[in-house]
């Protein structure tokens, strides 16, 4: 079986992967996260997984890397992640009682093959009060987050009031997928 390369540092796509049951390795992974200014919001997670699995140096060999990013987009427009509490507030309160798209692009590649693919998940926000925003950003301190929240963190619990798509992918990685690609033995 080859060694599955997890190019993240993030908590909850380690999380995922090791909740699936694969065995993998995370590896830190440098790279320019700019894209093209022109390019639709909906191919950008996938350009960036893309510039990501490209960015890794080390020979692949006999390994399978796993890149990805997540990306929120509130009226075709990219929210990033949340510089301070005042830029969370911000954030939130514009996410309040919309509808947002969560994209995920993802990246597999081995020695022999690469694939690339965005999913797409559909978040309901009920409207929220300032001290519910408050509250959330002081008691979970959503800074490494884009869209300054967590699905799986108290506003996703009592925050969002529906989801259509995958709610992995809200999280930060399409498992169900990933994992339907590496077991399939195509890599």
């Given at each position: 079986m080859k060694t599955i390369?997890?190019?993240s540092?993030?908590?909850?796509?380690?999380?995922l992967?090791?909740?699936?049951?694969?065995?993998?390795?995370t590896?830190?992974?440098?790279?320019?996260?700019s894209?093209?200014k022109?390019?639709?919001?909906?191919?950008?997670?996938?350009?960036?997984?893309?510039?990501?699995?490209?960015?890794?140096?080390?020979?692949?060999?006999?390994?399978?890397?796993?890149?990805?990013?997540?990306?929120v987009?509130l009226d075709?427009?990219?929210?990033?992640?949340?510089?301070?509490?005042?830029?969370?507030?911000?954030?939130?309160?514009?996410?309040?009682?919309?509808?947002h798209?969560?994209?995920?692009?993802?990246?597999?590649?081995?020695?022999?093959?690469?694939?690339?693919?965005?999913?797409?998940?559909?978040?309901?926000?009920?409207?929220l009060?300032?001290?519910?925003?408050?509250?959330?950003?002081?008691?979970?301190?959503?800074?490494?987050?884009?869209?300054?929240?967590?699905?799986?963190?108290?506003?996703?619990?009592?925050?969002?009031?529906?989801?259509?798509?995958?709610?992995?992918?809200?999280?930060?990685?399409?498992?169900?997928?990933v994992?339907?690609?590496?077991?399939?033995?195509?890599?």
């Amino acid at each position: 079986m080859k060694t599955i390369l997890l190019g993240s540092q993030s908590p909850r796509r380690k999380h995922l992967l090791k909740a699936s049951g694969l065995k993998f390795k995370t590896v830190k992974i440098v790279c320019d996260e700019s894209f093209p200014k022109e390019m639709s919001t909906g191919k950008v997670a996938e350009f960036l997984a893309i510039q990501k699995s490209n960015a890794y140096k080390s020979n692949i060999n006999n390994n399978i890397l796993i890149t990805a990013d997540t990306i929120v987009c509130l009226d075709n427009k990219i929210i990033n992640k949340p510089k301070d509490e005042n830029n969370a507030f911000d954030i939130l309160s514009d996410l309040s009682g919309k509808m947002h798209l969560v994209n995920t692009g993802v990246c597999i590649r081995s020695s022999k093959r690469m694939i690339s693919f965005t999913e797409t998940s559909k978040v309901f926000f009920k409207e929220l009060t300032n001290e519910q925003i408050w509250f959330y950003i002081k008691n979970y301190k959503p800074f490494d987050k884009a869209g300054a929240y967590g699905i799986q963190d108290w506003i996703g619990l009592t925050g969002i009031s529906r989801i259509e798509g995958d709610y992995f992918n809200i999280m930060g990685l399409p498992i169900n997928k990933v994992y339907e690609w590496i077991v399939s033995g195509n890599f």
